[in-house]
């Protein structure tokens, strides 16, 4: 969209009405990775990693599945500072 819109506008103009900071806008572009979201990727990995232990661990004992949990995805909220 905004590269679409770069060609009638200028970028600086476009994020300040979508209210977006260019630096971040060019970082977002550029695929680079922010502390917070290497946090919450290695967070996620943690989580999955439990998650299936105690998956294994319980279908070892020939509990039911239901007894672990029905999560299956994980949401991570982030608050701004």
């Keep these: ?33 922010t502390a917070r979201e290497a946090t919450n990727a290695q967070l996620v990995e943690e989580i999955n990693s439990v998650y299936q232990d105690k998956q294994e661990s319980t279908a070892a004992l020939g509990l039911p599945r239901n007894c672990v949990g029905r999560a299956t995805n994980v949401i991570i909220s982030e608050w701004s500072d």
């Excluded at 679409?4 to 970028?11: D, G």
């Design 1 to 33: 969209m905004m590269e679409e819109l770069a060609k009638e506008y200028p970028i600086g103009q476009l994020c300040q009405v979508l209210e977006v900071a260019r630096s971040g806008y060019y970082r977002w572009r550029q695929g680079a990775t």
